[in-house]
T-cell receptor, first 118, second 115 residues
Framework: GAVVSQHPSRVICKSGTSVKIECRSLDFQATTMFWYRQFPKQSLMLMATSNEGSKATYEQGVEKDKFLINHASLTLSTLTVTSAHPEDSSFYIC??????????????FGAGTRLSVL | AQKITQTQPGMFVQEKEAVTLDCTYDTSDQSYGLFWYKQPSSGEMIFLIYQGSYDEQNATEGRYSLNFQKARKSANLVISASQLGDSAMYFCAMREGYTGTALIFGKGTTLSVSS
């Protein structure tokens, strides 16, 4: 399958700092990437849809000024958690849509980032 | 109403046995896609299998097969010959409409394989 790299895998930061998470599609171009959040033992909740070259579309209840998403190229999307607080501690995972013919438009996921805000 | 329902919070199976993980879905779209992902304790989401709404045959990928019953709106995952490494959380997901939309996930089923 296609490879999506997500970095960092784990980050611990102090309250009030900002954290940037990168999501890269390594062997395909991804015009669309998605950012999800997952609480322990729960399902994935969509935060936002990121399209290359345009503003991200955020789900209801997700603060766009808090979770800044940039999709500047066909292989890279970033999520920046600004002024992080303990309640932002969670598992964040991205996916990239592989639109190549024959790939059935599968979404491939990164390995996730575990954020802990002290 | 939930779009994706996985009614089994946990399933237990012995090595080499087959196991079926249930998934039902709800959509009014004619075009949709159904997916199964595996999430080990490490957290990564591993794509397993895909079924399109217009696919007439059930999808198969190695030891994984998808039992697609369109009229009943079910898309059960069958894992044949379970292995210890199959122990993980399994999520059923649906993509409604056109291909650019995000996935809607079920709550997941934890599968435990014992020797």
């Amino acid at each position: 399958g296609a490879v999506v790299s997500q970095h960092p895998s784990r980050v611990i930061c102090k309250s009030g700092t900002s954290v940037k998470i990168e999501c890269r599609s390594l062997d395909f171009q991804a015009t669309t990437m998605f950012w999800y959040r997952q609480f322990p033992k729960q399902s994935l909740m969509l935060m936002a849809t990121s399209n290359e070259g345009s503003k991200a579309t955020y789900e209801q209840g997700v603060e766009k000024d808090k979770f800044l998403i940039n999709h500047a190229s066909l292989t890279l999307s970033t999520l920046t958690v600004t002024s992080a607080h303990p309640e932002d501690s969670s598992f964040y995972i991205c996916s990239a849509l592989n639109r190549r013919q024959g790939t059935k438009n599968i979404q491939y996921f990164g390995a996730g980032t575990r954020l802990s805000v002290l | 109403a939930q779009k994706i329902t996985q009614t089994q919070p946990g399933m237990f199976v012995q090595e080499k046995e087959a196991v079926t993980l249930d998934c039902t879905y709800d959509t009014s779209d004619q075009s949709y896609g159904l997916f199964w992902y595996k999430q080990p304790s490490s957290g990564e989401m591993i794509f397993l299998i895909y079924q399109g709404s217009y696919d007439e045959q059930n999808a198969t990928e190695g030891r994984y097969s998808l039992n697609f019953q369109k009229a009943r709106k079910s898309a059960n995952l069958v894992i044949s010959a379970s292995q210890l490494g199959d122990s993980a959380m399994y999520f059923c997901a649906m993509r409604e409409g056109y291909t650019g939309t995000a996935l809607i996930f079920g709550k997941g089923t934890t599968l435990s394989v014992s020797s």
